[in-house]
């Protein structure tokens, strides 16, 4: 059985030095490691990817859920562990609630993998 890594306040965007300048400390570490580990599911990625790409700047989990093809509540289940690890921001509205990138999150991820990849 995989063992589970412990849960920290992932939140806000990743903040240290680049993976490529040297070896990374412990903390940090895990910081990326959490971060990647939410999006190493294809699903996650495609909820990302459909979240970035929308035209509004933000869907309903009702239409995500419809763009993947699965159900709400699966939905719902990726889009609290990205929430969880500051790749979302979601809003209730109403019986709807809202979900949009945030792309701060993303491009410090980015950063911290290769220091040239978000310039």
Partial sequence: ?????????????VCCSPVAAGPVGDDAALEIALRLKA???PVRVKLVS????????????????????LAESTVSHHLSRLRRTGFVESERRGMNVYHRARDESLVALCSVLDPSCCR
Avoid: I, Y
């Fill in 50 to 69: 459909l979240l970035f790409s929308s035209s509004t700047g933000e869907e309903c989990s009702r239409d995500l859920a419809a763009a993947v093809g």
């Fill in 39 to 41: 999006l190493a599911d």
């Fill in 1 to 13: 059985m995989p063992k589970t890594l412990p849960e920290v306040d992932v939140s806000a965007p």
